[in-house]
C-alpha cells in the first residue's frame, strides 16, 4: 500500500516532517524508498539534470511519462508525483485534465504537479474534481522563469508575499494536497505554512515548511554544472563516478579486468576437442 495524501495531512497535523525527492529511474527511485522516503517526485528538472537541457522548458509530457513509469516499477510503497511541464496545462481546463490523466493513466503517477496559484486554482479544482491528487508549486516556477526575469527569490517585497499567501490560499481552496514553496524568503514561508491546511513542502523557503524536496542529483552530488544556494551535497557521486571510470580504464588497459572471478570456465577436455575440430 502507497502512502496517501490524507497520511500527509495526517503527518502535519502531528508536526512530523515530510521529506521529500526527486527521482527520475528506477533504481534510483528503489533506493531511496527503501533509504525511507515517503513522497517522490518525478520533477521535470530532469529537463537539466538527466537529459541535458538548460531548463526544463523543453521537456515534454511524453518525456515525462517515460521516466515516471520508471519511478513507479522501481517503488511500492512511496507516493509518486509526476511534474506537468511546461504548456501542458496552461491552454484550456481540457489539455490540463487530458495531461493529468495521462500521468495518472500511462505514468501510473499516484498525483500530478503543476507551477502557479490564483490564476491556477480553477484548473487544480477541475482536475482535483476527477479524482486526481494535485500538488500546487508557488514562488519561484521554473516554468515561467523567462516571466520572472530569471532564477530569483520571489515574495521580497510587502505586496509580493501578500500575492503568495494568496497563492497559497487559493491552492488550498482549490483541493491541493499540499504545495511546494520554491525559494522564497523563510518568514514568508513560515507564514504561509501556518496559515495552511496543506503541507507546504520547502525548497529553498527555510526550515519552517511543513517537509523539504531536493534535486536528488543535487543533494547526491551527481550533476556538477553548478550546486544550487538551496542545495546540500550529502554525497559527491560525481567524484566517486569518475573516480570508479578512471580505475576501470586503467585496469582494462592494463589487461587487469577482468579475472577470473568475473569470467566463465570450460572444462580444458572440452576446449582441446574443439580445438582440434576446427
Ligand atoms: O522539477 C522539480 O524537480 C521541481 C522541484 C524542484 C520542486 O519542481
Known sequence: MRVTIQQLADMKAKGERIAMLTAYDYSTAKQIEEAGVPLILVGDSLGMVILGYDSAIPVTLDDMIHHTKAVVRGTQKALVVGDLPFMTYHTST???????ARMIQEGGAQAVKLEGGVSMAPTVKRVVECGIPVMGHIGLTPQSANQLGGFKVQGRSVEAAKRLLA??????????????????????????TERSAVPTIGIGAGVHCDGQVQVIS????????????????????????????????????????????????MDAALVEEIERSL
Open 94 to 100: 481540457a489539455d490540463a485534465l487530458r495531461s493529468a
Open 167 to 192: 497563492d497559497a490560499k487559493a491552492l488550498e481552496e482549490a483541493g491541493a494536497f499540499a504545495i511546494v514553496l520554491e525559494c522564497i524568503p523563510a518568514p514568508l514561508a513560515r507564514l504561509i
Open 218 to 265: 543535487d543533494l547526491l552530488g551527481m550533476f556538477t554544472d553548478f550546486v544550487p544556494r538551496h542545495a546540500k551535497q550529502y554525497a559527491k557521486l560525481g567524484d566517486e563516478t569518475r573516480r570508479a571510470v578512471s580505475e576501470y580504464i586503467a585496469e582494462v588497459t592494463q589487461g587487469q579486468f577482468p579475472t577470473a572471478k568475473q569470467s566463465f570456465s
